[in-house]
């Protein structure tokens, strides 16, 4: 019986210890344990550096496109030249003008797309300009120039008609519907003031175009298809 409440005070005890070997296991010391007295004190026990990721947007910008190159005209229905008035017509697909900084957006962009970093946002203004002394088409038929064939914008003038989408107005652009340009000069399609200007500013919108041979013409060549060269378009962006 002696013997065996020994035992039973000797399993008690290396369970004991072994609860403290577990209990220690989970504590972080600041210093290392050793044979010599702990110093006290303040000491480094270890260093972390900080550091973050974030991502800066471009600057914004205003664009506009497709920049057109050639516009075409053309009779209705391949309607021919009979002496009389004939009208022309073509037109452009969509054109879009935006504030963003990348090429070729076809709908809004984000808002953080780009950024004007506290600078005040720049207004902008296009137009179409005619230069001095292009106010005219010039007439060449299959068979050579023809300058009876030609005329000039104060007799029929290059008519421009835009239309915009929904949504631009309520954008802050104002458009202008359009113009009758009878000589030289220059026709404002849209602007936008730089307190109506955000970061992701948009506005489709299409234009038209009319012109018109004017009736009693007497060409030189018959049996030959003509071909008009007008007035050259300067498309312009301003931006302050």
Request: hydrophobic content about 40%; overall charge negative.
């Amino acid at each position: 019986m002696i013997n065996s409440k020994i035992t039973a005070v000797k399993i008690g005890i290396a369970a004991s210890m072994l609860g403290m070997v577990v209990a220690l296991s989970g504590v972080t010391s600041g210093f290392a344990a050793g044979s010599s007295t702990p110093t006290e004190g303040a000491s480094t026990a270890g260093s972390a550096t900080t550091s973050a990721s974030v991502v800066v947007p471009p600057w914004c910008g205003w664009n506009i496109n497709p920049v057109l190159s050639a516009i075409t005209l053309a009779p209705s229905d391949g309607a021919k030249y009979l002496g009389a008035d004939l009208a022309l017509t073509g037109s452009t697909s969509s054109v879009n003008a935006y504030v963003g900084a990348t090429t070729g957006a076809t709908v809004a962009l984000g808002e953080d797309n780009c950024s004007w970093f506290g600078k005040t946002p720049q207004a902008a203004t296009f137009a179409v300009t005619i230069g001095s002394g292009d106010d005219s088409f010039t007439a060449t038929s299959t068979e050579g120039r023809d300058t009876a064939m030609d005329w000039s914008l104060s007799t029929k003038p290059l008519g421009i008609a835009n239309t915009f989408a929904a949504g631009c107005e309520s954008a802050g652009f104002t458009p202008n519907a359009g113009a009758s340009m009878a000589t030289s000069g220059t026709s404002t399609a849209w602007s936008i003031l730089s307190g109506a200007v955000s970061t992701n500013d948009f506005c489709s919108y299409s234009v038209a175009y009319t012109a018109t041979v004017p009736g009693g013409k007497l060409p030189t060549y018959g049996n030959s298809t003509y071909t008009f060269t007008g007035p050259t378009l300067v498309h312009t962006l301003t931006t302050s």
